[in-house]
């Protein structure tokens, strides 16, 4: 029983690059998020996904794209990097009937 | 806006003492509320939750809610070095149960 996994943990672009940010979890957990985390801002939501089928915004989605493959995937991807993108990047997961969260380990993007 | 009020500190304790770490919540409507301690270079870990007016504790941590003042706490008894950390509140938003409202988090030293 892993959790929450991400991959990768570590990643440098270049300005303009793309990737994915990809997520997993083993609880069978509805509800799949993606934060980023920069210091001084605490944990913003960029996007959410309630429940397998669905995903919405959260207050940070500019210049992200998300993608719900199945229950257990939500990955992030980055279409045009930018530096202010630069950021840790924290995947969570909560279960129907609870509002706890669980976080992956968290991936350090930086973006030159 | 529905807002998480933390003191981002730092706290200093010295080691064996009573930290006290506060949160002030706008959303009145919440019912469900979590600290969440992160160690630098960390993913967020849920502590406690708590979801009824009133104390809980679970080992040298104690939470305490008060709705009426929209207050919760956390204090953590014989502090040790290794609870050195942010330690964060996040409370359900009651518009969405699918979605935490953070605080920015209260960076805690515990010195030997």
């Known amino acids: 029983n892993a959790g929450v996994t991400q991959t990768p943990k570590f990643q440098v672009l270049k300005t303009g690059q793309s990737m994915t940010l990809q997520c997993a979890q083993d609880?069978?957990?509805?509800?799949m998020y993606w934060y980023r985390q920069d210091p001084g801002m605490g944990l913003r939501l960029i996007y959410y996904?309630?429940?397998?089928?669905?995903?919405d915004k959260g207050e940070v989605p500019n210049g992200y794209n998300v993608s719900r493959l199945n229950k257990r995937e939500f990955s992030l991807r980055l279409e045009s990097a930018a530096p202010s993108q630069t950021s840790v990047y924290f995947c969570?997961?909560?279960?129907?009937?609870?509002?706890?969260?669980?976080f992956g380990p968290g991936t350090r993007l930086t973006v030159l | 806006q529905k807002e998480v009020e933390q003191n981002s500190g730092p706290l200093s304790v010295p080691e064996g003492a009573i930290a006290s770490l506060n949160c002030t919540y706008s959303?009145?409507?919440?019912?469900?509320f979590f600290w969440y301690r992160q160690y630098s270079g960390k993913s967020p870990e849920l502590i406690m939750s708590?979801?009824s007016n009133g104390d809980k504790e679970d080992g040298r941590f104690t939470a305490q809610l008060n709705k009426a003042s929209q207050y919760v706490s956390l204090l953590i008894r014989d502090s040790q070095p290794s609870d050195s950390a942010t330690y964060l509140c996040?409370?359900?938003?009651?518009?969405?149960?699918?979605?935490?409202?953070w605080g920015l988090g209260t960076s805690l030293a515990v010195n030997p």
């Open positions: 969570a997961s909560q279960g129907r009937a609870t509002d706890t969260q669980y």
């Open positions: 609880m069978n957990h509805n509800s």
């Open positions: 996904s309630a429940s397998e089928g669905t995903t």
């Open positions: 959303d009145r409507g919440s019912q469900s």
């Open positions: 708590i979801y």
């Open positions: 996040a409370v359900n938003n009651a518009g969405n149960n699918r979605k935490l409202i």
